[in-house]
């Protein structure tokens, strides 16, 4: 009598997503501790429109990574992997990650990719991590990526350095305008300008005290949507982080001539009125947060700026969450 065909084992697909998240009240810097903890706290906003999807199956063979479809051995990917892998049971994995933004050209595309994949591996492999776990695990990859594990405003701080929702994304429904300025990986990645600036600044000492008080008086601002506050704190927190970050041997100069012309054009426009305001990560790209009513105003001013090759604008987002466990045979 013939045998019935053997059924393939099922396996399952798991889709996540996350959204880079901009600090208003900037980190810089790590403690002298294994587990990738800041130096200082940071207060963020989560953005929506710039999103990392991140797909999780289970491998053959070892672990395999894809960026954009492109093949990669990525350091930090490992390393995330091996450290989960010493607390919890995970198999070898698949991981296949997109981002609908520039890569590493200081848009935060690692916090949004850490923050999707630690999302995924929890789902996919069945771990059940709250929020709170979940942001440790991605803190460990990707300080800012702990951030992205929440939407709308996120603070971080001590003692346990995960990151908590502040607001929700619908309460202060701010918009940013960001102008891309420059497409192409920056040339001093962010965890080796942190070492680089904590081991040569003058200014290292003087910016650890500082942002503490930046950030309780952030806290504030945000808790009484006091937009000219937070205004004119986040650009002296972006400004103070960009001083720290040339000040460092050898210096470090993420802007471009186009970054600065942003700045400037922000300025103007808030001396002229409108409620915006500008912050810049580690990279040339200018972020200029906004009441949403300006938002058209600020895109059309930024967009006119020689060396702005586009600008996008992107509301409050959620937190990282799993879109879809499919399962295939």
Same mark, same amino acid.
């Given at each position: 009598m013939p045998q019935a065909p053997v059924q393939a084992k099922a396996t399952t697909t798991t889709v996540a997503e996350a959204h880079p998240n901009i600090a208003l009240v900037k980190y810089w810097g790590k403690q002298n501790r294994p587990g990738n903890y800041p130096a200082t706290p940071s207060l963020s906003i989560t953005l929506d429109t710039l999103t990392t999807r991140t797909e999780v199956n289970d491998a053959t063979g070892g672990d395999e990574f894809f960026l954009d479809d492109e093949p990669k051995n990525d350091n930090k990917v490992s390393a995330c992997l091996a450290a989960l892998r010493t607390?919890?049971?995970?198999?070898?994995?698949?991981?296949?990650?997109? $981002? $609908?933004?520039?890569?590493?050209? +200081?848009?935060?595309?690692?916090?949004?990719?850490?923050?999707?994949?630690?999302?995924?591996?929890?789902?996919?492999? @069945?771990? $059940?991590?709250?929020?709170? @776990?979940?942001?440790? $695990?991605?803190?460990?990859?990707? +300080?800012?990526?702990?951030?992205s594990i929440f939407g709308g405003f996120v603070a971080m701080s001590e003692p346990d350095w995960t990151a908590t929702e502040l607001l929700g994304p619908d309460v202060w429904p701010l918009t940013t305008v960001i102008a891309i300025t420059a497409t192409q990986a920056k040339l001093t990645p962010s965890s080796e300008g942190m070492r680089i600036s904590a081991a040569t600044s003058p200014f290292y000492p003087a910016w650890i005290t500082s942002t503490e008080e930046d950030f309780r008086q952030g806290i504030a601002h945000v808790m009484s949507q006091d937009f000219a506050s937070l205004a004119e704190l986040a650009e002296h927190s972006c400004l103070k982080m960009h001083g720290l970050m040339m000040s460092s041997q050898p210096g470090l100069v993420y802007w471009n001539a186009a970054t600065l012309e942003c700045i400037q054009v922000v300025r103007t426009l808030r001396a002229d009125g409108l409620p915006v305001f500008f912050t810049v990560d580690a990279g040339p790209q200018v972020k200029a947060v906004c009441q949403p009513e300006v938002a058209t105003i600020v895109a059309k001013a930024l967009a006119a700026i020689p060396g702005v090759l586009r600008t996008m604008a992107a509301r409050l987002g959620d937190g990282a969450r799993v879109l879809a466990q499919v399962a295939e045979r």
């Open positions: 607390r919890y049971d995970i198999p070898p994995l698949c991981i296949r990650s997109a $981002n $609908n933004f520039p890569t590493a050209a +200081g848009l935060a595309s690692s916090a949004s990719g850490f923050a999707a994949l630690v999302c995924a591996i929890d789902a996919h492999c @069945e771990l $059940n991590l709250s929020k709170a @776990e979940l942001s440790a $695990n991605a803190r460990q990859a990707s +300080g800012s990526a702990a951030r």
